[in-house]
């Protein structure tokens, strides 16, 4: 049996992170196991391609949570990469890093190490942004991060028009100084390809000879002698596994998968574990607790303007899309559909802004899970004005059913069960509407399609709201970071509270979530993490 100095449990946003910055000295050997297989794939390599991935049991491991009362028993779809990437293969790439008082929060949670000032630093190395470098990016960085302001669809400067209309300030750089205005969302392409945590930084170190990376390789326990981590059980094409990890064993699995590896492995919440038939190695009640999620809502409209309906939805429009990319590597097929956006004060007492926005020029129904979304565009011209809340209140859970691995875990959301979260998404649905009604957007829209001008009062936005928002996939917090081992399951050098040579790096040890997509702060607790574990191992 071959004996790695570092395991490393998932090649996702942050496990890609690890494995390079671990293997670039020579000095350590690392195995990387990914579930999933290669992220050598079109639809994963062209940008738009997420719409193909959305519901693709072979890269996505397409979990469905339990029914959730705050949506009136609805179930949410919650997509999660499985494949070399994780999720930074299959998400709509908004690179977007949270604001400083995120991260301030974080430290004065009891997590020094972790403020603003210290994962900026963290953020300006990981990055090759197009704005080249300055006191707010980095260049020459892994992490390549597009500017797409001359790229976008013509709705989407209409957009950002009506915001200021409505009273927020243009934002030059939603990654500045400030995430504070309207603006045009940066993305992780380059040339035309998705920039994917794999592509940026595992695709260059599978050229080392220290490196050594599986696919399709499930783990299903962490092997420990007493207390302490020794190695990892995994499954491979049918076969059983077992290596050994001399230095550590980190899990990487994200905010589902690595709660899921240490319940399995006897580390949680001892009831659950017993009502699984698991043996209780380490009572760690914080294990799957603490869910957090950003939840969307969406207005429809259509529009009296052509939008990217009017390219995807006729076949001669997807055949041109598609020959101006391969050509040319450009047009919409290069770029998210996430276009424009920004963050607001949904009160004026606010004492950071705390709705994030969303703008899409395109409209289309959802699919149930089992059917591709994305792929039928409405035949006529529309588009999507969205909010999303930054910091929820509401709390969650999840944890396994079963001892088998393979079987997915039961998750609690818990959506909209504070005031709070229900008063934001209220708050957000009125200022849509407020958009809707500046001179630009009274000048462009043809009909408010949902939830249509019947709703009007409180109550109605509420049930509304209830009746269709949905998750915007960033799930966190389920091995949360912190000093108290009754409430956080590591502590600020990301290793589990009460064994050794365990540790969890990914989003699932953010404190709170992050305002904004998850993505870019995932990476950087990448880069954290390896600093971490290259300082303590001298």
């Not at 050598?40 to 029914?67: A, C, H, L």
């Not at 403020?115 to 953020?123: C, E, G, H, S, T």
């Not at 269709?468 to 502590?491: A, I, K, L, N, W």
Request: aromatic share 8%.
């Amino acid at each position: 049996m071959i004996e790695y100095d570092y395991i490393i449990v998932g090649a996702g946003s942050a496990g890609c992170v690890l494995a390079n910055r671990l293997t670039a000295s020579g000095r350590h050997r690392v195995l990387l196991l990914e579930a999933g297989p290669s992220d050598r794939r079109f639809w994963i390599q062209v940008p738009i391609g997420y719409g193909k991935t959305y519901y693709d049991p072979t890269v996505n491991w397409m979990y469905q949570s339990e029914p959730i009362p705050g949506l009136g028993g609805r179930v949410n779809y919650f997509p999660r990469g499985k494949v070399l990437g994780g999720s930074s293969s299959i998400n709509a790439m908004v690179y977007s890093r949270g604001q400083a008082g995120d991260f301030d929060d974080w430290a004065a949670l009891g997590n020094p190490g972790w403020n603003w000032q210290d994962v900026l630093a963290l953020y300006k190395r990981m990055e090759d942004h197009d704005l080249g470098a300055s006191a707010h990016h980095g260049a020459g960085g892994p992490l390549h991060v597009s500017v797409i302001d001359k790229a976008m669809h013509p709705l989407t400067k209409l957009y950002v028009k009506a915001g200021q209309e409505a009273g927020l300030a243009y934002n030059p750089d939603l990654n500045g100084g400030t995430i504070e205005g309207v603006g045009f969302y940066q993305i992780n392409t380059r040339d035309g390809f998705r920039m994917s945590a794999a592509r940026a930084y595992l695709w260059p170190a599978r050229k080392r000879s220290n490196l050594r990376v599986e696919t399709e390789a499930l783990a299903t326990r962490i092997l420990f002698k007493g207390k302490r981590a020794i190695g990892v059980a995994y499954e491979q094409r049918g076969q059983v596994h077992e290596a050994r990890a001399a230095r550590e064993v980190i899990l990487s699995g994200g905010s589902i998968n690595s709660p899921q590896l240490l319940q399995l492995s006897g580390v949680g919440p001892e009831d659950v574990l017993r009502s699984c038939g698991i043996d209780v190695l380490h009572h760690a009640p914080a294990v799957g607790r603490n869910l957090q999620d950003h939840l969307c809502f969406d207005h429809i409209y259509r529009s009296k303007l052509p939008s990217l309906n009017n390219t995807f939805h006729p076949w001669w429009g997807k055949l041109f899309a598609g020959l101006r990319y391969v050509l040319m590597r450009k047009g919409p097929l290069a770029l998210s559909v996430n276009q424009g956006g920004g963050f607001f004060r949904a009160h004026p007492d606010s004492a950071r802004p705390d709705i994030q926005l969303y703008f899409s020029p395109l409209t289309y129904e959802k699919a149930l899970p089992g059917v591709r979304a994305l792929t039928r565009t409405d035949p006529f011209p529309g588009f999507i004005m969205s909010v999303s809340p930054c910091r929820p209140s509401s709390r969650g859970h999840l944890q396994i059913r079963s001892a088998d691995p393979r079987e997915a875990p039961a998750i609690h959301p818990n959506y909209l069960s504070t005031n709070h979260d229900v008063e934001e998404l209220l708050a957000g649905a009125r200022f849509l509407r407020r958009l809707a009604a500046t001179p630009t957007m009274k000048a462009l829209i043809a009909e408010e399609l949902k939830p249509g001008l019947s709703v009007q009062s409180d109550e109605e936005h509420v049930a509304d709201i209830r009746a269709r928002c949905y998750s915007v996939f960033h799930p966190v917090s389920t091995c949360r970071m912190g000093p108290d081992p009754s409430q956080c399951v590591v502590d600020p050098r990301l290793r589990v509270h009460g064994l050794d040579r365990l540790r969890v790096v990914d989003a699932s040890i953010f404190p709170t979530v992050t305002s904004g997509n998850t993505n870019a702060p995932a990476i950087m607790v990448g880069e954290k993490g390896a600093d971490l574990v290259l300082a303590d191992a001298g």
